[in-house]
């Protein structure tokens, strides 16, 4: 069965100072993907970043970055400078080929100025 | 990229009354769809998946009888709150997609729906 961690319950941090989330997963599958989402207060979904199986490279998105390792099946999530607008709710989520997403518990990120 | 619109985006209902909560995929087709349901400060947890044309496939738990699923059309999945309850006050979630919209698509989370029963 297709399982996702999210060990950081709650993170908080001072603005300007990087943060961390991490994400390890358990899959049988070769193909699956990979989803980071950002939920702020009002409850919507944000996406943030999809990656699929077979893409290691890790991504740089403006202060994100992402580090994806099938070795030791983690996608963790680095956020530079943070600002008090990443305070929110991170979920990791895993989509196996023609199953569900099944999410992560969640990081609840706070960012005091 | 496609977008999947859910509505309401909130509701608020006396004891004993039923709720529908639509979700529509506006630009692809959906053969499924997927409802999910938030307790505060929790996880999204599955409910039930809904098959267009036949029945939905519900998670361990989860009522049936109390959280009815029609999934009418390639692009039009409801579910239904029956005789709700204060317990059930959730924040309910849809998500559309196709192999296809996953690797196209940024957005196939509806904008969730806010359900206080009262």
């Known amino acids: 069965a297709q399982k996702v961690t999210q060990a950081q319950t709650e993170i908080s941090v001072v603005e300007k100072e990087d943060v961390t989330l991490d994400c390890v997963y358990e899959?049988?599958?070769?193909?699956?993907?990979l989803f980071w989402y950002k939920q702020p207060p009002s409850g919507e979904l944000v996406f943030l970043i999809r990656r699929n199986s077979f893409d290691e490279q890790n991504e740089i998105s403006g202060r994100y970055s992402w580090n994806f390792q099938k070795s030791t099946s983690s996608f963790n999530f680095t956020i530079t400078a943070s600002q008090v607008v990443d305070s929110a709710v991170y979920f990791c989520?895993?989509?196996?080929?023609?199953?569900?997403?099944?999410f992560g518990a969640g990081t609840i990120l706070r960012v005091k100025s | 990229g496609a977008v999947v619109s859910q509505h309401p985006s909130w509701v608020i209902c006396k004891s004993g009354t039923s709720v529908k909560i639509e979700c529509r995929s506006l630009d692809f087709q959906a053969t499924t769809m997927f409802w999910y349901r938030q307790f505060p400060k929790q996880s999204l947890m599955l409910m039930a998946t809904s098959n267009e044309g036949s029945k939905a496939t519900y998670e361990q738990g989860v009522e049936k009888d109390k959280f009815l699923i029609n999934h009418a059309s390639l692009t039009l999945s409801t579910l239904t709150v029956t005789s709700a309850h204060p317990e059930d006050s959730s924040f309910y979630i849809c998500s559309a997609y196709t192999e296809k919209a996953v690797l196209n698509t940024e957005a196939f989370f509806g904008q969730g729906t806010r359900l206080t029963v009262v």
């Open positions: 989520a895993l989509l196996e080929y023609g199953n569900k997403l099944v």
């Open positions: 899959t049988r599958d070769t193909t699956y993907y």
